[in-house]
């Protein structure tokens, strides 16, 4: 089995920890996790793909719970992704509060009003 190099060593700060905590929670509760790289050619890609056989398959989002925001990318993408049935979840710990989220509607839209600022901009 390849051992899986946690996303925080990758990317590091707060939301690579939470990311490697959820990856953790999922998988102990029999989820397939698959991270996405990140890389320029998976802009707008959420950050993992899960899956498991009797819930079946979800993109999921790791966001910080204050301060995070979406790439212009994300904000073309997600929209797209749900469009044509594929919804993103975003999460934003690994508690049983964030998981239940998994088993409602993608919520990612919900997310809009706190993170359609990019960095960097003002106001």
């Given at each position: 089995m390849r051992k899986f190099k946690p996303k925080e060593t990758r990317k590091g700060g707060p939301?690579?920890?939470i990311q490697e905590d959820i990856i953790i929670m999922l998988r102990a509760?029999?989820?397939f996790v698959k991270p996405t790289h990140g890389n320029m050619y998976q802009s707008?890609?959420?950050?993992?793909f899960v899956c498991h056989r009797r819930y079946g398959?979800?993109?999921v989002e790791v966001k910080c719970p204050t301060g995070s925001s979406f790439t212009p990318a994300q904000l073309?993408?997600?929209?797209?992704?749900?469009?044509?049935?594929?919804?993103?979840?975003?999460?934003?710990?690994?508690t049983?509060?964030?998981?239940?989220?998994l088993f409602k509607s993608p919520n990612w839209y919900q997310y809009l009003p706190?993170?359609?600022?990019?960095?960097?901009?003002?106001g």
């Open positions: 939301e690579g920890r509760k029999e989820w707008g890609m959420p950050d993992l398959q979800r993109w073309e993408d997600f929209p797209l992704f749900c469009a044509n049935g594929s919804g993103v979840w975003i999460l934003v710990a690994a049983e509060a964030e998981y239940d989220k706190m993170m359609t600022r990019t960095k960097g901009e003002g």
